[in-house]
């Protein structure tokens, strides 16, 4: 049983610019969640997709997008970068929504 | 609301137990969850507890849950300095979103 992957591990953008990260959900998991971890904080919830729909969003503005794909993996994608995106990036994929989450190592993105 | 809180950091010595202790506001919650993070690497599922228990025991890891108090505390028996990690307890709400604490840090001294 493959577990969730993503890519890349870590990455270096400039304000302004736009990022896109990969995440490759655990073999059958059919949901994905993304979250945000900055530095000594909690992760904090941005969305979960469920067979390509998103279903769920936290409190975070709409230059953060997403999306999932047939095979359930899926894109976190952030325009007009600010230096507060700076933080570990987590995929986590799950059975079904309400299910137990599995993490990924994480992107860590720094934006200068 | 939601809000779940922990303690910063706890030390203790190898071999003792620990106690890492958490509360929590969402009294809807199903499940609560204990994961461990080590340096620069993602979240490990360590534990978790449905809400109608309870404890449960899995080898070293004892959880606890008040329901009454909304609090919850993760046990590790025989500490070792593998053990060295962020801990993080989660409760799920029904937006199917973990909502996580800030950490305790748990530093194992010898």
């Known amino acids: 049983e493959t577990g969730v992957t993503q890519s890349p591990t870590h990455l270096i953008k400039t304000r302004g610019q736009q990022v896109t990260l990969r995440c490759s959900s655990q073999?059958?998991?059919?949901?994905v969640s993304w979250y945000q971890q900055a530095l000594g904080q909690g992760p904090q919830f941005i969305f979960q997709y469920y067979r390509e729909e998103e279903n769920g969003r936290g409190n975070f503005p709409p230059r953060f997008s997403g999306l999932q794909f047939p095979n359930y993996s899926s894109e976190l994608n952030v325009n007009a970068l600010e230096l507060d995106d700076s933080a570990l990036y987590l995929c986590?994929?799950?059975?079904?929504?309400?299910?137990?989450?599995?993490f990924g190592s994480g992107t860590q993105l720094s934006v200068l | 609301g939601e809000d779940v809180e922990q303690s910063l950091f706890l030390s203790v010595r190898e071999g003792d137990s620990s106690v890492i202790n958490c509360t929590y506001t969402d009294s809807s919650s199903t499940y609560l969850y204990w994961y461990k993070q080590e340096p620069g690497a993602g979240l490990q599922l360590l534990t978790y507890?449905?809400?109608?228990?309870d404890m449960k025991q899995d080898q070293r890891l004892t959880v606890l849950l008040n329901k009454k108090d909304k609090h919850l505390s993760l046990r590790i028996a025989d500490t070792q300095t593998g053990d060295s990690a962020i801990y993080f307890c989660?409760?799920?709400?029904?937006?199917?979103?973990?909502?996580f604490g800030t950490g305790t840090r748990l530093q194992v001294t010898l």
């Open positions: 989660a409760e799920i709400t029904i937006a199917s979103k973990l909502t």
């Open positions: 986590a994929s799950s059975l079904a929504t309400n299910e137990k989450l599995f």
């Open positions: 073999s059958g998991h059919n949901t």
């Open positions: 507890i449905f809400s109608n228990m």
